[in-house]
């Protein structure tokens, strides 16, 4: 319980500690353009959700990787996980609502004792569309969860796997030594079941992250590569690359702020702002749960501690869907990441 309420505090105070950093820094000393001044430029602020349509539910930090970019601060140390009973509250809402896609990340997610249970009771409740966000060497890290393959394919799950690249040097890098070859492993054992094939209806699809400080390339350029080297190989086939630009919190801004990257790569994002992006950003259509509960506009937001605007309700026992539709998204200059160059989303690039 010490142990427990030790880490809860650290959290509290790197969350604290980066929102001032954000909020303050190069941007309070008018270097650099804030992102409401940019909304301001552009006509569209305040920023305001849409209707929404994407359930994406966090049901625990802990993950069999430490990822330097992970904007989770996500590893086999983190205890935060989603009870059955909170899984439990947001399938009612989805169900009273009528939300139809379900999006379930960590962490991996898949280490949460409930994780099936959430899965097959979405499935059976006839939810749309769920997908996992799964980073493809859980699979293998323990005989419990070699059958994850199957099991996505008997449940119609949508499988979404982080590959930094589609060779070992830069993959290690970013997230471990021996992580390149545990992903192909794990890509393999996905085709194997028929996800990626064409014509299965299964579909795999793949995210990209720079491995440094600096926007990502043309998506369809970058999808054509990883189809071809993936393919030619390992024989690996998969639907979809979907670029996302890493966000300056957790573990990637700590890496700018001791790298000296910081200011640059913020001049970056900023230099990059596409005001056609704005209208399309995920939050304007998406709420994000946190493993207690909590509502965010999204995931990144949830990482910060910024929940929803109070009066929308900020848990999800309070959930009003009059109430969140057309809320006024909490922003800060992280935000910039979603609105560089094509957009960045959960789904890739927007524009």
């Known amino acids: 319980m010490i142990k427990s309420l030790h880490a809860r505090q650290h959290q509290l105070a790197q969350q604290e500690r980066q929102v001032e950093w954000l909020s303050n820094g190069i941007f309070k000393e008018n270097k650099l353009s804030t992102f409401q001044h940019k909304l301001e430029q552009s006509g569209q602020f305040p920023l305001r959700s849409g209707a929404i349509e994407i359930f994406q539910i966090n049901i625990g930090y802990m993950c069999n990787q430490v990822c330097k970019h992970c904007h989770v601060d996500a590893g086999p140390d983190r205890k935060e996980i ?43 409740r006839g939810v749309k569309e769920i997908i996992v966000r799964s980073n493809l060497t859980i699979f293998s890290a323990n005989p419990k969860f ?28 970013q997230r471990g030594e021996g992580v390149f070859t545990d992903s192909i492993k794990g890509l393999q054992m996905l085709n194997a079941v028929g996800y990626g094939k064409e014509g299965s209806g299964l579909i795999l699809d793949l995210v990209y992250n720079p491995t440094g400080a600096f926007l990502p390339g043309d998506q369809k350029a970058l999808e054509r590569d990883f189809k071809k080297e993936l393919k030619n190989h390992f024989n690996i086939d998969f639907n979809q690359l979907f670029t996302i630009t890493n966000i300056p919190i957790s573990r990637f801004l700590d890496f700018l702020i001791e790298s000296g990257n910081y200011e640059g790569y913020m001049e970056k994002l900023v230099n990059a702002f596409n005001p056609a992006a704005v209208a399309v950003v995920m939050c304007k259509n998406t709420i994000s749960i946190d493993w207690q509960g909590n509502m965010y506009d999204c995931d990144f937001n949830q990482m910060l501690g910024l929940k929803v605007e109070k009066k929308a309700g900020q848990h999800i026992r309070d959930f009003s869907l009059a109430s969140l539709q057309n809320r006024e998204i909490v922003i800060n200059q992280h935000c910039f990441a979603c609105t560089a160059g094509a957009g960045s989303s959960c789904q890739g690039a927007t524009v």
């Open 82 to 124: 989603m009870t059955r009973e909170t899984m439990q509250q947001c399938l009612d809402v989805m169900e009273h609502a009528k939300i139809k896609t379900l999006d379930i990340t960590g962490g991996a997610p898949e280490m949460n004792p409930d994780f099936r249970w959430l899965v097959s009771e979405a499935h059976k």
């Open 146 to 173: 070699n059958d994850l393959p199957e099991f996505f394919k008997q449940h119609g799950v949508r499988v979404c796997s982080s590959l930094p690249f589609y060779n070992a040097d830069k993959t290690d890098r």
